[in-house]
């Protein structure tokens, strides 16, 4: 089966920063890729990228085997309706201006989903799939409380029915009470639609608990894409390691000692030689100082740009 | 005797006309050497009871009473005056955003050795080279040359430990630090952590810990307090609330935060149904009344804080009752 959406080799350039350097990853229908990573590795400009919100330096988006960097004009519309984003702040996102209702109808009715008099029923339904009420519809955003207005941002990215969905952060900006029942929802219209998310998020244990996969992000790069489960249990990158070290635990009794990542990530105009994260990694030896290692196979479809890795295979 | 003590703390907001309690009855101290976390959601009150404390509350609201008293010294009742002498003096201050809370026209340098000409009355040249000795104290590398930056030119994280720099210089009894890593990644945050900890331990300084994040409370705490539509609904010695939490706002909360997981197919992430009330609207009833699973007739009127178990508060029925 081929996968709904593929990336390759993709850049972003913001003068002389590699904001995004090289970045390649599939997607399949209805499933929910991580992409994960603290501030500035570059997980957004890429979920940005591949909708064309901005446009790459350079690499492949591939749609359903159709390239969408080539898309202009009907095309490009066409896309922008399988392929849709919730974004992180929902203060900024929605239109003060409108109303819930016009904000969720406006899509339906730019790609002429369905006739005028069909859009109050759609939109209607909309809100009451995403828990609100067809009565909501009449509020304008500064009405709702954060957590309603993500459910409004969410209705109207389902709106024009996608296969995927971008979500860039989407429950960063809201209180943890609230942060459970929009992954919820999340899942509930994952599992109704069919709908595939690539959910971008710095926190993993937030990811530990939707992701079917998870792709760690550092630099500009992947640095390590596995399944969810070998990504948790048996993380082969060092910096995949740290990040999961460095969570704190809300356990007063397992208050550990833990392996602190020795520095800062560098500025991103000046990208260490070798391996990226070899001047804060514990493990590094010659060859990382040398030579960048590629995304490295370490079976059951985890993978990690380690040159351990390849010590390791060899070992065995 | 505790280093602060805070005593039936009140501040009101004018809305609409109206005006309501976002801080309602708060009373807490907090030990030399030990740290207090209060914890909540945004709107809870916790950063209103700091600024308060701080007096250095916004034109809209207004202390109402209470008393914050900072070894023997009412804050409340001191002139302005008097308070700028204590902050910064006595009780350091570190915000949650270092790049708003520091002044971008001055160098790191500088903005630390302030506070140590002004409450020390150190000579100028004595402040800086003072001021160079803390920024290299909280892990900044290359301190001398640093210290001429300014804030924009340092990472987010270094420009966090400027900031503490800028608050522990003049050794403050108390160091009030509202959400110092939620603008910061994770790893960066477990830095910041483990230097306030040390610093801690160093000074025997007592730490007001203001967060959202229930991973660092636990990381940090001796004690916690819960705070909920303006009041406390729960304090306790950190151990006891996380292993028995007794507010079912308290139970919600620590159920709702995700932890990591490594199962295939983990369960649904508990939540509070809802979302947090209205304080201009707040019925005279326990504030957590419309979200919580337990609640009866008898949570239709205001609640005191009862102790369940020593040193273990609760602002609940429920809970008083099944201590009883």
């Known amino acids: 089966m081929s996968a709904l959406l593929e990336v390759c080799n993709l850049e972003k350039r913001f003068g002389p920063v590699r904001a995004v350097d090289g970045v390649s990853f599939t997607v399949d229908a209805g499933e929910v890729l991580a992409l994960v990573g603290e501030s500035g590795c570059g997980k957004s400009t890429t979920g940005r990228c591949l909708l064309r919100l901005i446009e790459p330096s350079a690499g492949e988006v591939r749609f359903q085997g159709e390239d969408v960097l080539q898309l202009r004009g009907r095309g490009l519309r066409e896309w922008r309706r399988h392929a849709q984003i ?52 009449r509020r304008y955003p500064h009405e709702f409380s954060g957590g309603q207005r993500q459910r409004v941002a969410i209705a109207r990215a389902l709106a024009t029915g996608p296969q995927l969905v971008v979500a860039d952060e989407p429950v960063a900006a809201l209180d943890v009470s609230v942060q459970a029942q929009i992954i919820n929802l999340m899942q509930d219209l994952q599992q109704h639609t069919g709908v595939a998310y690539l959910f971008i998020s710095h926190n993993l244990a937030l990811v ?29 990158h060092p910096y995949t390691e740290a990040l999961i070290a460095s969570i704190p635990v809300p356990d007063p009794t397992q208050r550990a ?60 | ?70 070894r023997d010294r009412d804050l409340l009742r001191l002139s302005e005056r008097e308070m700028q002498d204590v902050r910064g003096g006595d009780l350091g201050i570190i915000f949650q955003e270092p790049l708003t809370a520091l002044n971008p026209v001055y160098t790191v340098g500088e903005q630390v050795a302030e506070g140590l000409r002004r409450h020390l009355g150190l000579r100028p040249r004595e402040a800086w080279s003072r001021a160079v000795e803390q920024l290299q104290e909280v892990g900044i590398p290359n301190a001398a ?160 804080l009862a102790e369940i178990e020593p040193g273990h508060w609760a602002r609940c029925v429920c809970a008083t009752e099944g201590a009883e």
Request: glycine letters at 8%; hydrophobic letters at 45%; one cysteine or more.
């Open chain 1, 208 to 236: 530990s608990h939707l992701a079917d996969r998870v792709a760690v992000m550092y630099l500009g790069r992947i640095v390590e894409l596995a399944p969810h489960e070998a990504l948790f249990r048996a993380p082969r």
């Open chain 1, 257 to 316: 000692e833990r392996r602190l990542l020795a520095g800062e990530v560098p500025d991103a105009r000046h990208i260490p030689a070798g391996c990226r994260f070899h001047p804060r990694c514990p493990h590094a030896f010659e060859r990382c100082r040398a030579q960048e290692p590629p995304l490295l196979d370490c079976g059951s479809g985890q993978h990690a740009a380690c040159w351990l890795v390849e010590a390791d295979t060899q070992a065995r």
């Open chain 2, 145 to 304: 040359r640093r210290a001429h930056e300014y804030p924009h030119q340092l990472s987010g994280g270094m420009r966090q430990r400027a900031m503490i720099a800028a608050a522990v210089a003049c050794r403050p009894a108390l160091l009030l630090a509202d959400e110092p890593t939620t603008a910061l990644d994770v790893s960066v945050q477990a830095h910041i952590l483990d230097l306030l900890r040390r610093l801690q331990a160093e000074r025997d300084m007592a730490l007001l810990l203001i967060t959202h994040d229930l991973g660092v409370v636990a990381e940090m705490a001796d004690e916690v307090a819960v705070m909920y539509a303006g009041h406390i609904v729960e304090r306790a010695p950190a151990p006891a609330l996380f292993g028995r939490p007794a507010h079912p706002y308290t139970r919600g909360l620590l159920a709702t935060v995700p932890r990591l997981t490594a199962e295939a197919r983990p369960p649904r992430l508990p939540s509070i149904g809802g979302a947090v009330p209205d304080l201009a609207h707040l019925p005279d009833a326990c504030g957590f009344l419309a979200r919580c699973p337990e609640a009866g007739e008898a949570c239709r009127q205001s609640i005191p």
């Open chain 1, 86 to 137: 919730v974004f992180q702040d929902p203060f900024s996102s929605l239109d003060p201006r409108m109303t819930a209702g016009q904000m969720i109808g406006e899509p339906l009715y730019v790609h002429r989903l369905c006739g005028r008099q069909e859009i109050d029923g759609r939109v209607a339904e909309l809100l009451e799939r995403v828990g609100l009420t067809a009565a909501d519809g």
């Open chain 2, 1 to 70: 005797m505790p280093v602060v003590s805070v005593r039936d703390l009140a501040v009101s907001i004018s809305r609409g006309g109206g005006r309501f309690r976002a801080v309602d009855g708060v009373a807490f101290a907090v030990d030399a050497g030990r740290t207090l976390a209060l914890v909540g959601e945004s709107g809870c009150g916790k950063t209103m009871t700091a600024l308060a404390m701080l007096r250095l509350v916004p034109p809209v609201a207004r202390i109402e009473g209470g008393e914050v008293i900072l």
